[in-house]
């Protein structure tokens, strides 16, 4: 007979309990140096244009004042966005947890695992970084992407879930 009984919130896990492992801080900079390389672009594109154009110095001005403003945005909230971020490995399971104003924990079971890939950018690569992404089954691009990792926590990490997820199918 099929039963379904109820579980006592009390008894479920929190994700309070687990030690969350921190992104690289490097990965703070390397979000840096990429914000820079475009807000630099940027100013420079306004400079030419409106020297070409002969915009008058008060709008030239405004979008400047906008850009510094971009700027230190760019420059302060890399660092506190980085803080916020975690992962956990668990046996089942990964978690990763974003956010300074919307919080989102994201779990990805390894059962549902269908393809794992470490990439790294070169500027990434400059820093000695990688992104772990994962892509699930239903998913229609990847379902996880952790950036900000030591290339070689990467590689262990997507070796580790790719053990995970063949064993996982081996024992469905």
């Not at 975690?86 to 399971?93: A, I």
């Not at 820093?127 to 262990?156: H, M, R």
């Amino acid at each position: 007979m099929f039963q379904n009984p109820g579980i006592p919130l009390e008894e479920l896990p929190g994700t309070d309990a687990v030690e969350w492992q921190a992104l690289h801080p490097r990965y703070a900079l390397v979000i840096h140096v990429a914000s820079a390389a475009i807000l630099v672009t940027i100013a420079i594109a306004m400079a030419v244009l409106s020297l070409a154009l002969h915009v008058p110095w008060v709008p030239v001005g405004i979008l400047y004042l906008a850009l510094f403003i971009a700027a230190v945005f760019s420059m302060t909230w890399p660092g506190i966005a980085v803080k916020r971020c975690g992962y956990v490995l668990r046996d089942k399971d990964i978690l990763f947890r974003k956010g300074v104003i919307w919080h989102s924990v994201t779990a990805i079971p390894f059962n549902r695992v269908q393809h794992v890939e470490t990439s790294s950018t070169p500027l990434e690569r400059r820093f000695g970084l990688a992104t772990l992404q994962l892509f699930t089954a239903g998913g229609s691009g990847g379902d996880l992407k952790i950036g900000g990792l030591c290339k070689d926590v990467a590689e262990k990490l997507r070796a580790f879930i790719l053990k995970k997820a063949g064993s996982a199918i081996e024992h469905n």
